[in-house]
């Protein structure tokens, strides 16, 4: 007769399950911060000097991709296959396209709408279950995929804004309305949300290892970079006068925040919260943050800014988000699978070569 099996302590259960240490929140927390703080900067930058925003972002993007390159190094090491090396230039071209728009959506829409856009990705969870769910309600994710719509529908009509807030009662009238975007307006930082969403997924199913994923993305930003040289050149040569080179030679603080925290320690942080928080970019729990953060950098800039219209439009935006990518937990075997299919990616047993690229 065999023995029952000892019991475990408590202690060893409590080593055994998974920990998120407060540090690493403070630091994704504060990693956000400083991103959506360099957003905000570029937006006030770029508006003021009338500079071609797409130009500018390339020139951030050279620095950066020296420092990727220089703090990766992916020629050392082990040798990448081309398996992984051509979906991964293919990914920087998808990165460029997201620059351009995310970049014409930011100037057309404001640095809140573009934020927010970049949540779009969640419909990727969509149609991820669509194609390759089982066990999903579809219902739930077309309900979420409508209340995501309505959330981007209220936001491009100004309820995020004091004077267009259809339940706020102003006593000074000199404050003019300010005119809503529009959806029309708003399909750009929408579209640049689903690609962004897209080049993740895409980074995600090629890179084993985290090791990897560095490596690869380095790779990722120095193709994006040379994707979009010719892209800044036409737009500079249309838009912007012929000393708008020269401009960008002097180093202002949204110059150095965007490559810094826009760019360099944005994907540190995010590829912490995803590996050791288990927070995906696309989740209502990143979407929290963010909102947090936002409403701080609204106040701070002494923009049109209505909290209540802004709190409610978010909220629709996290329960769209919620339910589009949620799954039968019940039914599933490990974490990671939920975390991974809840930003869009695609089941783990499909081959490399059915994505998308």
């Known amino acids: 007769m065999m023995s029952p099996k000892p019991a475990i302590p408590d202690d060893r259960l409590a080593r055994s399950s998974p920990v998120r240490p ?54 050392k090491g082990r040798a990448l296959p081309n398996s992984q090396v051509v979906p991964t230039v293919v990914n920087g071209g998808i990165m460029a396209l997201y620059y351009v728009l995310w970049g014409k959506g930011l100037l057309a829409c404001g640095p809140l709408l573009a934020l927010l856009g970049e949540y779009a990705g969640a419909v990727l969870g969509v149609l991820s279950a669509a194609l390759y769910g089982r066990n999903v309600n579809l219902f739930k994710k077309v309900g979420g995929l409508a209340a995501m719509l309505l959330s981007y529908y209220l936001l491009s009509n100004g309820w995020a804004t004091r004077t267009s807030f259809p339940f706020y009662s102003s006593g000074a009238e000199e404050e003019v309305p300010v005119k809503a975007v529009g959806m029309k307006d708003m ?36 193709s994006a970079t040379c994707f979009l040289f010719p892209v800044a050149m036409w737009d500079t040569i249309l838009g912007s006068t012929s000393d708008s080179i020269v401009k960008f030679q002097f180093p202002s603080w949204a110059y150095v925040s965007t490559i810094l925290f826009g760019i360099v320690f944005a994907f540190y942080v995010d590829n912490l919260a995803e ?42 935006l996290g329960f769209g988000i919620y339910q589009a990518t949620s799954l039968d937990r019940s039914k599933r075997g490990t974490p990671l699978e939920s975390h991974e299919l809840s930003n869009g990616a695609f089941r783990t047993d499909l081959p490399v070569t059915s994505l998308p690229s």
């Open 275 to 316: 590996e050791r928080l288990h927070i995906v970019f696309s989740s209502p729990r990143h979407l929290m943050a963010t909102s947090c953060c936002v409403i701080l950098m609204e106040t701070l800039y002494g923009f049109n800014f209505s909290v209540l219209g802004f709190l409610l439009c978010t909220a629709i």
């Open 22 to 75: 407060a540090p690493l929140q403070v630091i994704h927390i504060l990693g956000n911060s400083m991103r959506i703080w360099s957003v905000y900067s570029l937006y006030r930058y770029v508006s003021t000097q009338e500079e071609s925003i797409v130009a500018f972002i390339f020139t951030c993007l050279v620095p950066a991709t020296i420092i990727f390159l220089v703090l990766q190094k992916p020629w």
């Open 187 to 222: 399909v750009v930082p929408l579209t640049a949300g689903i690609l962004s969403a897209l080049r993740r997924v895409i980074a995600r199913r090629i890179s084993l290892k985290n090791q990897l994923k560095r490596r690869l993305h380095s790779i990722t930003v120095a």
